[in-house]
């Protein structure tokens, strides 16, 4: 089982930033990658960003060269960087940590409300 609680959601003006913060615990030494997923009101949950164990990223096309990801393995903790921000960055964001064993398992966290708006 993996644990994860995120942080750092707020309200912010359009152009303004935030960083949210994702820690992990539990069975952690079986996480295969960590990322950030984001889900607005009457649409799918999309994949903002993601960092895999060699430090390699993906992000989603509509947050590339805006949002960075980031971790600290001594904290088990990932962090999303979100400038430029705009009101169609409004979505919860959710924390998500994929294991893999013998299988592929995705652990989710509760999520964190960003509103961008003036």
Known sequence: QVQLVESGGGAVQ????LRLSCAASGSIFNIYAMGWFRQAPGKQRELVARILPSGSTDYGDSVMSRFTIS???AKN???LHMNSLKPEDTAVYYCNARVVTTISMDYWGK????????
């Open 14 to 17: 359009p152009g303004g930033s």
């Open 71 to 73: 971790r600290d393995n």
């Open 77 to 79: 903790t990932v962090y």
């Open 111 to 118: 999520g964190t409300l960003v509103t961008v708006s003036s």
